[in-house]
């Protein structure tokens, strides 16, 4: 699995009554490529700011906007990339290596993150030349 692709999960619902809504489980290995160690999320963010703009060096993440909606730019050895996150069905699988940038945060946006580790700092690439010489070093 490309550690940047859009993952389409299922939507579970009842035919009997669409009223009920949907129910979208994510299991491991079933929808995603590693166990979940770690879930957090991010609300209340306004329109004009700008969170992430980080890199890391062995996590795995998968990015769901619940509600709302967010852009996320990627950038990585394969290249740039922009998703606008917007329907909960769908997931951003996030691997190592890949700068990230979350904006354009719709009002009452909610990203929740499944993660592959532990919270752990020493993880995080925070200054992009840095992220920069990183990629270059792992093409080699
Ligand atoms: C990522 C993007 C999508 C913790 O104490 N525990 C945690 O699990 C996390 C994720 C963060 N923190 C602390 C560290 C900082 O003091 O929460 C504060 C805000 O974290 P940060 O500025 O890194 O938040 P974002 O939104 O820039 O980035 C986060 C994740 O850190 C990052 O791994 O990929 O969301």
């Not at 509600?67 to 990339?81: C, P, R, T």
Request: charged share 30%; glycine share 8%; net charge positive.
């Amino acid at each position: 699995m490309r550690s940047n692709s859009l993952l389409k999960f299922r939507k579970i619902n009842s035919e009997k009554d669409p009223g009920y809504g949907y129910l979208t489980p994510i299991q491991y290995p079933d929808e995603i490529p590693f166990a979940i160690k770690r879930v957090y999320y991010i609300y209340g963010t306004k329109s004009n700011r700008k969170r992430g703009s980080h890199a890391h060096k062995k996590l795995h993440q998968i990015l769901i906007c619940i509600n709302g909606s967010v852009k996320i730019y990627l950038e990585s050895a394969d290249g740039k990339k922009e998703v606008v996150l917007n329907d909960p069905s769908k997931g951003l699988y996030v691997g190592p290596g890949n700068w990230r940038e979350m904006s354009e945060f719709s009002d009452g946006a909610v990203l929740l993150v499944l993660a592959s580790e532990k919270y752990d700092e020493s993880d995080y690439i925070r200054d992009y030349d840095e992220f920069v010489k990183y990629i270059k070093k792992q093409e080699k």
